[in-house]
């Protein structure tokens, strides 16, 4: 808090400013040393036992989305350690950190903190030691990457020309951290926002993602189908829900097949479908539930008015009643993760100074959705992904597999990766917001 009333003052004594203070001095040369002197700088030893006894520890106690207390508490002992400042709490558990000038421009680097609510399959020496909840999509490494790349960051701390805002985000699988922290306001005043997941389709040293649509909007729906149960020899006395849920099933299969454009990709699948116990019992009611994906705003709301249409008027032809709820479990709709083409190409700048171009590859939009997507509909955003697979370990599991593992040799390009893309943002853009435009926080 007291940070933060500093950080504000901060932002009265310059209201005064005429221009943004972001200057480049540096040649071309100097700036594309940046991202190979960081990660040189993350491969030592040092740091890359700080990451991963950060990882193991989180690893071993998994916390699920908006209880990431302890989860919280490693990285805000670990950012006392580095002497960075920092705002908790941010949505329950969300720790915003800061590092430079506290000055403009502002650019954030975010990490998700949340694991899955599953049983690990994989014996290690880290190991869960929670029953029924694992990391499994590897968000351990990505809050170990960022503390990495706190601690490059705040090293280099006098270099910054601006301010690099760190942010460890709660719940990000389905509960919508990131809705939260946007909501919460705090990062109203960011220029640019960057976020990366770990991949194990990508070689290690090696970087994915592309302009525009990059993942799925995505949503859930739950459904209820009433009818009326009775035996099983007199249909006629008994409004059957399973036939009608079927026929649902089939209708709304006809949403993408039939009614989307085929160039425009799109998912509807039940994955539930709940109801009857008995062979001679035709029961009251039927649940089915699922997902449906779009690359647009706009097909996405299409396709969820049409899920709600179909499943309500094909249960009336069969006589039946239904409900439809589109946030069951408390899930809620991510919006389509979409690159800002600038801040993509800057990444790919970054990353091919890093590590090559031939190493920065282009990727095929993902029918999987991410709540990063929260942050880049309110502000440019550019999320990627960076690549683990190394063949001569064996193949690596799927995230959200029981046996899923994270190859730790990715931890130091994460760390390099983040400080880079924020460090050179700072020397090469300017920020977009004039001082005496900014929304200054409540504490004032
Ligand atoms: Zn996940
Ligand atoms: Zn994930």
Known sequence: ????????????????????????????????EIPTSFLNYAKQ?????????????????????FEEFETSKLIRNELDKMGIAYKHPIAVT???????????????????????AMQESVEWDHKSKVPGKMHACGHDAHVA????AAKILQDHRHELKGTVVLVFQPAEEGAGGAKKIVEDGILDDIDAIFGLHVSIHLPIGSVGSRPGALLAGSGFFEAVISGKGGHAATPQHTIDPIVAASNVIVSL????????????SR???????????????ISDSVTIGGTFRAFST??????????????????AVQRCNATVDFSPDNKIDFPVTANNKVLHKHFENVAGDMLRTDNVKDMQPLMGSEDFSFYSEVMPGCF??????????????????????VNEDVLPYGAALHASVATRYLLEFKSKFRISDRKLHDEL
Request: glycine share 8%.
């Open 45 to 65: 030893p040092e740091l890359v036992n700080l990451m991963i006894d950060a990882r193991r520890r989180i690893h071993e106690n998994p916390e699920l989305g």
């Open 267 to 281: 998912v509807v699948t039940v994955a539930k479908f709940q109801g009857g116990g008995a062979f001679n019992v």
């Open 298 to 315: 706009e097909s996405f709301k299409q396709l969820k008015k049409r899920i709600e249409e179909v499943i309500k008027a094909q249960a």
């Open 94 to 116: 969300g720790v915003v950190g800061m590092i430079g000038t506290g000055k403009p421009p502002f650019v954030a680097i975010r990490a998700d903190m949340d694991a899955l």
């Open 1 to 32: 808090m007291g940070f933060w009333k500093t950080f504000t003052s901060f932002l009265i004594l310059n209201l005064f400013w005429s221009k943004p203070i972001s200057s480049n001095s540096l040649s071309s040369a100097e700036l594309s």
């Open 253 to 264: 299969q006809h949403l993408v097949s039939r009614e989307a454009d085929p160039l425009d």
């Open 145 to 148: 990457m960022l503390l990495g």
């Open 384 to 405: 990627f992904f960076v690549g683990m697979q190394n063949e001569t370990h064996g193949k690596l599991a799927s995230g959200h597999s029981p046996y899923y593992t």
